[in-house]
């Protein structure tokens, strides 16, 4: 049997357990990473995406926890937010001091704070607490993964070890004390870790179907499903986050946290998009993000229609109506405002202005790649029927949405006039679009210092935990709120390994 | 031409997205399956794109 002994063990190499292996190797402390896979990174490796950091500045970090927590209803837990947001100050630096740079910073100034949602800023999901960041990439790869290589780098550098293929399945605990953890390498055979404190931070469970079901009520599928589903992983596919550290904790007593799916709008199905989410075969991805007419399978609009380009509020929207799906529904004379005047959302990841023979590309969808959530209809009535939409209900609905657009105030919703836009000329299109999923997250208890909480929320010594197996109760419950994990993941990295720190050398 | 990737390939599968011809995620065994062992002179300068566009230079050729 093989014996590691350290100060500091890391269950994971994602962003938080990089940001804590790096941040505690930085103090000084004996730290190794235990990573199931062969490389670094975990789930975010498949996003460019962005980060947020909260401005250094005791106003900014007020403005944006006390927005947060409203936000919530304070179903979150205070203290986690609060060590979330005033870490996450800490990311910009952490980031460059791996030789990166951003390709975009976008700021958020103090009285916007909470102010406004949707990505206008450059965000999709909820609303803006901070500055926005955006991660350079190499080629067209993904800004994350290039982070988190070169933070394994530098952990190394620093005289860190990481053992990859080497999953930490239990925790060792005496009395009320972390000790120890076993971990196991590729041959099967056992790693026994002596450790004085253990940081989880191995991520969330979205691909683990049991679990989703069990505690989140959805049904696990992937995207290329072509039957839609209560829910759609799309966004990290085949990242093998199992749910391992939440297993492990539970195992030794620890509590359960707040669990939920981070999800967003998706037409599901071949030809839209490919393994990376962030390739996409057409522009669906972008006309799906339009602020037009949505209705559910009722035939009824479900949503005041301004929020489309706001993923989570649009996932979970969308999963609340009847068969959890929901239609964006256009015509002929909007399909020409898309290609001619332009999209009146633009989309930060696919930054078209103007759209390219849609009729072509939904064309191709129906008859090459017989997407089933694609249609085209010379009439209303032909929509309804290919769609299953209830007729009748639809005809109503459209014809007070036209007579809305004419006298220009929507009586329903009372979304802006500037988006309202009759749906009279055919040809009529249609998107079906369910809920996906960016991520199922939370399950470890923790408090403002990421420490683990038994049962009886006391504190089980030596054991942190960091990222999204901790995210919960950022949240609170019910279900987590649509916010950019990559800051949360950082900052509670950066906390984690302050406070192991912290505990160690008490 | 060969191609070869590094274990420290983060499976993204952005290579696959890019350039199915040449790569394909293997979702058995996670990993990126090559689709040739010599790549074919017509695709070798898709191959040069694969490799600078690999998220974590874990593309080489040879």
């Known amino acids: 049997m093989k014996e590691v002994s350290v100060d500091l063990a890391v269950m994971g190499s994602g962003l938080a357990g990089l940001a804590a292996a790096v941040t505690a190797i930085e103090k000084g402390l004996k730290v190794a990473v235990f990573e199931k896979r062969p490389f670094q990174g975990g789930g975010i490796s498949n996003t460019p995406m962005c980060t947020m950091a909260v401005r250094d500045d005791k106003a900014y970090i007020d403005k944006a926890f006390n927005v947060h927590m409203n936000y919530t209803n304070w179903n979150a837990d205070p203290a986690v937010a609060h060590t979330w947001i005033k870490n996450s100050c800490r990311i910009p630096e952490y980031i460059r001091g791996l030789g990166l740079d ?26 803006h607490l901070g500055d926005y ?22 952990f190394v550098k620093l005289g860190g070890e990481i053992y990859f293929n080497s999953p930490i399945k239990k925790i060792i605990k005496e009395g009320n004390k972390v000790v120890g953890a076993l971990a196991y390498d590729k041959e099967g055979n056992e790693i026994k870790i002596n450790t004085k404190a253990l940081i989880v931070a191995s991520g969330g469970f979205s691909d683990n179907p049991e ?64 393994n990376t989410p962030w390739i996409v075969f057409n522009e669906t991805r972008t006309m799906q993000e339009q602020p037009y007419l949505w209705v559910n399978q009722l035939g009824q609009r479900f949503i005041n229609e301004e929020m489309s380009n706001d993923h989570m509020t649009m996932g979970t929207a969308i999963a609340n109506q009847k068969d959890k799906c929901g239609y964006l529904v256009f015509d002929e004379d909007t399909v020409k405002h898309m290609e001619n005047e332009g999209l009146d959302y633009i989309y930060m990841i696919f ?36 769609t299953g939409i209830d007729a009748e209900n639809m005809k109503n609905t459209v ?24 749906v009279k000329y055919k040809k009529f299109y249609a998107l079906r679009v369910f809920k996906g999923g960016y991520q199922a997250m939370g399950g470890i208890k923790i408090n403002g210092k990421c420490e683990v909480l038994d049962e009886d929320f006391r504190v089980i010594k030596g054991l942190y935990s960091a990222g999204d197996c901790a995210a919960g109760e950022v949240f609170g419950n019910p279900p987590i709120g649509g916010i950019g994990m990559s800051s949360i993941s950082f900052a509670q990295g950066f906390a984690s390994a302050d406070e192991a720190f912290k505990y160690i050398n008490e | 031409m060969k191609i070869t990737i590094k274990e420290y390939c983060v499976r993204c599968g952005l290579c696959q997205d890019l350039y199915p011809e040449l790569f394909k995620y293997n979702s058995e065994v996670d990993a990126i399956d090559i689709n040739y062992d010599e790549v074919p002179e017509e695709l070798t300068e898709k191959a040069r794109k694969a490799a600078a566009d690999c998220a974590v230079t874990a593309i080489f050729l040879k």
Request: glycine content about 14%.
């Open chain 1, 351 to 386: 930054p078209a202005e103007r759209l390219h023979n849609v009729r072509e590309q939904f064309e191709e969808l129906i008859n090459v790649k017989k997407n089933k959530h694609v249609f085209l209809a010379n009439s209303l009535e032909e929509l309804c029927e290919q």
């Open chain 1, 133 to 154: 960041y955006f991660f350079k990439a190499r080629g067209k790869g993904h800004g994350a993964a290039l982070i988190c290589k070169s933070a394994a780098e530098k």
């Open chain 1, 399 to 422: 014809e007070n949405y036209n007579r809305f657009c004419d006298q220009k105030h929507d009586d329903e919703f009372g979304k802006n006039p500037k988006f309202l836009r009759p």
């Open chain 1, 211 to 274: 679990f989703v079901k069990r505690y989140t009520g959805h049904t696990y599928t992937n995207n290329n499903c072509d039957d839609g589903g209560n829910v759609l992983f799309n966004t990290f596919p085949n990242s093998q986050m199992t749910g391992d550290g939440q297993s492990a904790v539970w195992e030794i007593g620890g509590a359960q946290g707040s669990m939920g799916i981070n999800g967003h709008n998706l037409v599901p199905g071949p030809g839209i998009i490919g």
């Open chain 1, 102 to 127: 951003f390709q975009a910073e976008v700021p958020t100034p103090l009285e916007e704070i909470g102010a406004k949602r949707g990505y206008g800023g450059g965000f999709p999901n909820g609303y």
